[in-house]
């Protein structure tokens, strides 16, 4: 059976498909793209950006980002995680709001600074 994806490496976007039992892929104009689709199907992962709240009458979110990419099954989780934060400002870009969320060495982090 193959899997069908883009491969959103570089903005060519080749449509690439790995045969999910021996792994091959084909379609990809370079070997970047092999890789993309083997980790894309045996370990899917993604960077998050979103927001959180912060206790401040004059702004309502802090934008935060993750430091790296987690696991694709673990984003909704973080999600929820992150909803029940709420950050006393000042904060700095690049403070740490979450570490190592689910031990998965990631940091979640501030993306810019908040003063009241
Ligand atoms: S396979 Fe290579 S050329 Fe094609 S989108 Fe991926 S990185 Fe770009």
Do not use: W
């Amino acid at each position: 059976m193959k899997k069908e994806m883009i491969c959103i490496v570089c903005p060519v976007g080749c449509h690439v498909s790995i045969d999910t039992k021996t792994h091959e892929v084909q379609n990809n104009k370079c070997k970047r793209g092999e890789r993309y689709a083997k980790k894309e199907l045996l370990n899917p992962t993604r960077m998050l950006t979103t927001t959180v709240n912060i206790d401040s009458i004059h702004q309502r979110r802090l934008p935060v980002k993750t430091t790296d990419a987690i696991p694709k099954e673990k984003l909704f989780d973080l999600m929820d995680l992150l909803e029940s934060v709420e950050i006393k400002i000042p904060v700095n870009l690049g403070d740490v709001i979450l570490s190592n969320v689910f031990d998965t060495g990631v940091d979640v982090v501030a993306t810019m600074s908040l003063k009241d």
